[in-house]
């Protein structure tokens, strides 16, 4: 007696269970598609730094970043493999959260968007006429996005 009833029970939970799992793919996937349809972000090829901002981040590099750091060596293809599918709010994190080495946070949020535009200027983004935004949500819509060649 004892024995029917637990297969019972595990007759009925193994019938939930494959129903319960599809449940839950269902939803999840409804949001994914309405996602696709919305429109993409921002991509930081429209030219979202300056020329001069690069050259004040270039500056801020030179006197702090240099004692550890080749540029040649971080920007251009390491750059755009690192980064990718990451936006400029994630570059800045990184960066005041880590560096420079022994002194993090160290610059003015100014001085880490300057050197940001400063690898992206080293990395084959075309500069524009506005600088990065000044604003950190503003800023994390700027992804990196692949270059074509
Ligand atoms: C005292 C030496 C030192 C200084 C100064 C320094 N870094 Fe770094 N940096 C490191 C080390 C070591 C790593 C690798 C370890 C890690 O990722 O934390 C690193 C990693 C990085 C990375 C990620 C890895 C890469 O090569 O892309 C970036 C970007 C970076 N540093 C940027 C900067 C910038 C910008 C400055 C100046 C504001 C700076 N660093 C100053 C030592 C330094």
Redesign the pocket.
């Known amino acids: 007696m004892v024995g029917t009833s637990l297969k019972t029970s595990e007759f009925v939970l193994s019938l939930k269970t494959p129903l319960a799992v599809g449940a839950v793919v269902i939803s999840c996937a409804a949001p994914r598609a309405s996602a696709q349809d919305a429109a993409p972000p921002p991509a930081l090829l429209a030219g979202a730094f300056s020329a001069a901002q690069a050259a004040r981040g270039e500056e ?2 030179k006197e ?2 240099a ?3 080749n540029i040649d ?2 920007a251009g293809a ?2 755009r493999s ?1 980064w990718a599918d990451q936006t400029a709010g994630d ?1 800045f994190d ?2 005041s959260n ?5 002194d993090p946070g160290s ?1 003015t949020p100014e ?2 968007r300057n ?1 940001i535009a400063f ?1 992206l200027n080293r990395s084959g983004y075309p500069a524009g006429e506005r600088e990065l935004p000044v604003d950190k949500a503003e800023l994390s819509k700027l992804r990196i996005v692949a270059l074509s060649k």
């Open positions: 801020t590099f702090v970043c004692a550890c750091h060596e971080m390491r750059f690192s570059i990184f960066l880590a560096m420079p080495q022994g610059l001085e880490y050197i690898f």
